[in-house]
């Protein structure tokens, strides 16, 4: 029995360290998957290095040229207040990512439970929580964004929080389905026979199966969730002035496009760049985890 335990972590870890190998090949195999991955380690490590980056200071008004173009001074121009466009433009990144990773993830950690209990619970807790996510669900979510945000008022936290709400019954439902069909298989009944507790099934058995389209599904909502945030930070409905936001450069931009289009250019690319990132790797994870959609089966 001894010889056996010890037998077991080494077999996991060896097909552990296969099934990482197998990914990485699958991975490096799809050239879109790749560029979307380069794609976002851009984005997000200028995000992070943003401070290091900038090379004026990003709410600073200037007395110098307003609406100049690029320059080596001004490297992409400069907006109606004479702020250097590249430095808010590279500031302005950090807030549609902090808001895309803080919602998802409180999103899917919340729907993950949720649809846990769901697809493993009782019936009556199922249909209970199941009308809990066609309710939040059958608001239209730009109406619901804008109600919450006029009652709570523009600000970072309640992007994140109506984002948070919107998307979690998504990746519920999402868990709850994959956990349905998980439930009834035949080694989670042999796992039951043999005396393994409802905690141990879900998360040994049950929650490594679900993870893989939760990562698609969240590798495709975050070019959704920043352009949610860019539009309502171009309405007026985001983060307040004077801090630096891409949708907030757009809106600044678009109100001075007849002097100078560099503004609109500058917030435009970095939104097309994040959208096209996020999808090319959201749809590399789709083929490597979806097996019908595997070509070295």
Do not use: C
């Not at 380069?38 to 990003?58: E, G, Q, R, S, Y």
């Not at 895309?100 to 846990?116: P, R, T």
């Not at 801090?243 to 560099?262: E, H, K, V």
């Amino acid at each position: 029995m001894a010889i056996v335990e010890s037998i077991l972590p080494e077999t996991n870890d060896a097909m552990a360290a296969e099934s990482s190998r197998t990914f990485l090949r699958q991975f490096r195999q799809n050239l879109l998957g790749m560029l979307g991955a380069v794609l976002v380690i851009f984005i997000a490590a200028t995000a992070i290095f943003a401070p290091l980056m900038i090379t004026h200071d990003p709410i600073r008004i200037m007395v110098g040229p307003r609406l100049a173009g690029p320059s080596l001074d001004f490297l992409l121009g400069t907006d109606q207040l004479g702020r250097d466009t590249f430095s808010r433009v590279v500031m302005g990144g950090r807030i549609p990512l902090l808001v895309a990773f803080a919602s998802l993830g409180s999103s899917l950690a919340v729907g993950l439970v949720l649809g846990l209990i769901a697809g493993f619970g009782p019936r009556w807790l199922d249909n209970l929580l199941l009308l809990v996510f066609d309710t939040i669900r059958s608001f239209p979510s730009i109406i619901f964004a804008l109600a919450m945000i006029a009652l709570l008022g523009p600000s970072l936290a309640s992007i994140i929080l109506v984002i948070a709400i919107t998307s979690m019954p998504i990746y519920a439902r999402v868990v709850r389905t994959q956990t349905e069909a998980l439930r009834s298989s035949e080694y989670i009944a042999a796992e039951r026979s043999m005396g393994a507790g409802t905690t141990r099934i879900l998360a040994v058995h049950v929650l490594p199966n679900v993870l893989g389209p939760l990562l698609i599904l969240v590798s495709m909502d975050v070019p959704a969730v920043i352009a949610v945030e860019a539009g309502l930070s171009f309405l007026g409905m985001g983060v307040r002035p004077p801090t630096p936001d891409w949708g907030a450069i757009l809106n600044d931009g678009y109100s001075y496009i007849n002097q100078t289009p560099w503004p609109v250019i500058a917030s435009g690319i970095p939104i097309i760049l994040a959208t096209l990132g996020f999808t090319f790797l959201g749809e590399a994870l789709r083929d490597i985890f979806d097996p019908k959609l595997r070509k070295d089966l």
